[in-house]
């Protein structure tokens, strides 16, 4: 029997760091709630169910579930004091599913490659994350903001969003998660680590799966989205324009 796929998309954080009244999740980009944008990622995947995990139920109900018809979206339920509450909620709705990825709401740029590589790598090993390796030499601090290590690039990750994991698994370690109340736990992947339940897979994500937090990353995702317009519009063009710059 195939197990069941659910998807928790997060979209409870306050946009403290963008300023002004609306939240992040809720701006608009290209013309629509930079919410819709992951939710309808997962839509168009082999995702069985979408748990919707905000404080704004009514709206995300009327103004981008029905009014994108986005019918794989099965719960909306509040969200937490904390991230970690919030992902715990929507982990107690999930009943009865096999995989269980999660994802920030305010990550527009998911795609179907990144949905489906992390289903069939969580099939394999159980925990797996999508990211990067980071562009940039890194330097660990001391205490005194001095450089004190610096890691090999190769093996440094900027890890993204979304997570996928066995049910059980990431159950049982957010269970221990709140009963022992750790600090220092900023993703999900780290909760995994905590407990020792599993090793998380590292898969390519992309360098445009940005989590918009700040104004400057609203212009760079209008950038990006002008970017893939032309895509569409002309692909073999675009693609050879791209290749050329590349062997510049």
Known sequence: MQKKITAIVLAGGSGTRMGGDCKKQYLSLDGKPILFYSLHAFQQSRVDEIILVTNEREYCRNEIIRKYSLNKVKKIVPGGKERFHSVYAGLLAAKDCGYILIHDGARPFLTEDMIEESIDAVKI????????????????????????????????????????????????????????????????????????????????????????????????AEAFLKRQRRYKKEPKKFRKKMLTNMHR
């Not at 159980?126 to 190769?154: N, S, W």
């Open 125 to 220: 090993h159980f925990a797996c994350a999508v990211g990067m390796p980071v562009k940039d030499t890194i330097k660990l601090a001391d205490d005194e903001d001095f450089a004190a290590q610096t890691p090999k690039r190769e093996r440094v990750w900027q890890v993204q969003t979304p997570q996928t994991f066995s049910y059980p698994l990431i159950l049982k370690a957010y269970q221990k998660i709140l009963k022992e109340q750790p600090k220092g736990i900023t993703d999900d992947a780290m909760v995994v680590e905590y407990g020792r339940y599993a090793k998380v897979k590292l898969i390519p994500g992309s360098y445009e799966n940005i989590k918009i937090t700040t104004p400057e990353d609203m212009a760079v």
